[in-house]
């Protein structure tokens, strides 16, 4: 890693936490020179501006949501398992366990929807890459004879992603974990139901 | 209202709009000054300060929220009408009440780490949400117009969390299909609880008969 390598992964790693609280406008070039202790003549020498920063961000911080994904995949054996890690994931996020301030694909894409296109298209595509996962993996489970044939595949993956963006928007709001719980057994009772 | 507070409140009805586009943090104090045609003076003699005005615009916003389903709502009679009516309004997350889509999902994405003042504002607006459709659940319950085995809390929880997250996962991917899909089993789930009028008259001569 060249040195200028270097201190651009320094950048996005010390502004990931921000970024993701804060949100692209809410962060601004002052805040990135008192947290890197970089001049803003170093910062502009590893990013033209402040919105190629927040996208190099969200790329890292999405990076590591899917990371904890593959992890807990590893160790998911069912494809019962499977749907749940996307929920245990999500829970994880509300602890604050891999990933300060929530779930970048909620914070991006509440700030970005009416207002920064590229950072929308982001969000739109990572949302879209689980929705296709979480398909596969019902469809995978069908097929293995895990799950019911005749289920209404769509309606699943879209009440689970949307629960689980839902419950943990909810949950943070709110400082209640057991929010987070509640919707955490719906979203086991639900892939219990597609069980054959 | 005194000729203080009209401006006040125009500063308010022209400012909200633009808080929930853009989020708090990203609106400027000049944005507002333009939009509601008053001097930065003016402004500051109604507000103190930006987060000030923004608590205010807040407050706006959830109550035209409220307003505005109560009124819809008021309009039904039966529980499952009023339930059914709630989830219509969310039916379409392109073309919300405000421009800038479901102010709940952009306050409290943005506040829950940054603006506590904000942040208490949502969390009291969600709680009364949850408590409304908790409340009518249980109302159609007691009316027998739902079967006893329909848990309220547990139904008002999630449908209110499918509803934010359908709304985000929409308005990001621009398509309304992910909140008629929910919305369609929501209101299927709800219809398994229902007690059927004609199975309960069946029942009730039955047992007048025993």
Redesign the interface.
Known sequence: MTKSERTKNFIIESMAEIFN???Y??TTMADVEIITGLSRGGIYGNFENKEVMALAVFDYNMGKLCNAIRDAMLVAHSYHDKIMVYAKVYKALYEDDFLL??SP???T???????NSVL?EK??SA??NWQRCMMESIESGIESGEFKRGINI??IT??I???????L??S????DRS?MD??MS?VEGMVNSIHA | MSKGEKTRQCIIEKAAPIFNVKGIAATSVEEVLHSAKVTRGCLYSHFETKEDLAASCVDYLLQVSSDTQKEVLGKQHAAKDKLFAYMDMAKNPLKSLFDGGCPIANLSTEADDTLPAVNKKVKKHIEAQIDLLTGLLEEGIRSGEFSADLIPEEYATKMFAAIEGANIICRVKNTVRPMQIIIKGFKRELECYCVNASTKDFNSTLNDKI
């Open positions: 609280k804060r949100g406008a809410g301030g929530g694909i909620l914070n894409a509440t700030e970005a929807d009416d207002t929308k969000a739109a949302s879209k769509d309606q879209f009440s992603l949307a629960l689980i963006e839902g419950g928007m909810l943070r709001v709110a400082g929010r509640q919707i719906t």
